[in-house]
């Protein structure tokens, strides 16, 4: 944590083939806006963009980020996921830990097991299970509190507009969010769980009950049962 970041990208859209000195490189140009949510998706606060006054080359002009690696956890996702797990927002335990619902008594992982979901050997290990599983994970708000109920009303709306951004990106075939409270904080103040009428970009979205310990009163099995349901993607 406070760990410092500089980066510098190409600014623009596209991808770009270069005619100079090494012909046939390929360039990518990021949008300013998007880049800026990819670092903060990567676990960095206070980002900033550095301004440049003169282009690299004709319509090349690079883009500056500066940030700091903040108490949180980094999202893990790419290309092809078949499903996108979205938890409110990270515990202290969690942020410090880099594993998301990994306190004792949360049941998100052995709900997963229990579902079918949990590769082998991916046990409260995110890559793994987004390069064996094709599931990843993500938090409606990134700022880590000890309490959810921290968390301001805008927020959560931020988080639904990062998250409608990224799943335009990435298009995962579904995302989960784990916990009626954020969705209904920002969407739906009368949501129930199960399918939503709103999607995140092209994805549809599932809502099921939080997997804390602290929701005693939703049982393991009806964990598992929305899990799977999520996972078999909506009814046709």
Not at 12 to 40: A, I, K, M, Q, Y
Not at 41 to 53: I, L, N, T, W
Not at 162 to 173: G, N
Request: glycine share 12%; net charge neutral; aromatic share 6%.
């Amino acid at each position: 944590m406070g760990a410092p970041l500089a980066v510098r990208v190409f600014a623009g859209d596209g991808t770009h083939r270069s005619d100079g000195d090494l012909p046939g490189r390929r360039f990518t140009f990021w949008d300013p806006d998007r880049f800026t949510d990819l670092v903060e998706g990567a676990g960095f606060v206070d980002v900033a963009q550095e301004p440049v006054d003169t282009a690299v080359a004709q319509d090349w002009r690079e883009l500056r980020l500066a940030a700091t690696r903040g108490r949180t956890l980094a999202d893990t996702v790419g290309p092809g996921m078949r499903l996108l797990a979205c938890g409110l927002n990270p515990s202290l335990h969690a942020a410090d830990a880099g594993v998301g619902y990994v306190g004792p008594g949360n049941r998100f992982w052995p709900a997963l097991a229990a579902a079918g979901l949990l590769p082998p050997g991916a046990d409260r290990d995110p890559w793994r299970l987004l390069a064996d599983g094709g599931i990843g994970m993500t938090d409606l708000v990134k700022r880590a509190t000890p309490r959810a109920a921290e968390l301001a009303p805008a927020e959560h709306r931020a988080g639904v507009a990062r998250l409608d951004r990224l799943c335009a990106l990435l298009a995962p075939a579904a995302v989960l969010v784990v916990g009626l409270a954020g969705w209904r904080a920002a969407v739906d103040r009368r949501a129930g769980p199960g399918w939503q009428a709103r999607r995140l970009g092209p994805s549809p979205a599932y809502v099921m009950p939080s997997t804390s310990g602290l929701n005693a009163a939703t049982s393991l099995a009806t964990l598992v049962e929305h899990l799977r349901a999520a996972a078999a993607g909506p009814p046709a």
